[in-house]
């Protein structure tokens, strides 16, 4: 099984950024998703989860608004809409995908997960 997570970069304050994370070797159909973040001497930490059967999503108190996760069963891609960026949102973010099709913001409930992509807002 593979994540490949893409779609980080370098962003001013108030603007955009559109993660994406594509599965391999693995139907994505029954399983929840989520993206996680983990700022340097910080722990990780969830930002969003999609459930698989309804796409019902949960975000984090600190995106919501701003972010919204979602995914293409077709394509077997997890998707992440950041919009209205802060410096505070710089981290490196990783995408996941669940051990059941409950969407959780907890790491541990996760059983594969992506190498990473870094955000880095900053004017």
């Known amino acids: 099984v593979q994540l490949q997570a893409s779609g980080g970069g370098s962003v001013q304050p108030g603007g955009s950024l559109r993660l994406s994370c594509v599965a391999s070797?693995?139907?994505?159909?029954?399983?929840?998703l989520g993206w996680f973040r983990q700022a340097p001497g910080k722990e990780r930490e969830g930002v969003a989860s999609?459930?698989?059967?309804?796409?019902?999503?949960m975000y984090a108190d600190s995106v919501k608004g701003r972010f919204t996760i979602s995914r293409d069963n077709v394509k077997n891609t997890v998707y992440l809409q950041m919009n209205s960026l802060k410096p505070e949102d710089t981290a490196v973010y990783y995408c996941?995908?669940?051990?059941?099709?409950?969407?959780?913001?907890?790491?541990?409930?996760?059983?594969?997960w992506g190498q990473g992509t870094q955000v880095t807002v900053s004017s």
């Open positions: 996941a995908v669940g051990l059941s099709s409950y969407a959780s913001s907890s790491p541990a409930n996760y059983r594969y």
């Open positions: 070797g693995f139907n994505l159909d029954f399983s929840s």
């Open positions: 999609i459930r698989s059967s309804n796409g019902v999503a």
